[in-house]
């Protein structure tokens, strides 16, 4: 799959960059470079999806969400 997304942390803070490596109805695997530490609750950017998730998972790189 592999797209560009961003992850949006707060409305005062910049996006930050990741790479959609793959998503379903219940949740997406993000690859995020440089790794940056990133709060529990974020918003993912997707094209004109906006989802409200949760990190349920990190393992280098890369972070699993749930919506």
Not at 18 to 40: I, N
Request: hydrophobic share 45%; aromatic share 8%; glycine share 8%.
């Amino acid at each position: 799959m592999s797209s560009k997304a961003k992850i949006v942390v707060s409305p005062k803070s910049p996006a930050v960059d990741c790479t959609l490596v793959d998503y379903s109805a219940g949740g997406a695997c993000l690859e995020v470079f440089p790794m940056v530490t990133l709060p529990d609750r974020v918003e993912l950017v997707y094209g004109s999806v906006r989802k409200k998730c949760r990190i349920v998972w990190r393992r280098g790189i890369r972070i699993g969400v749930a919506f």
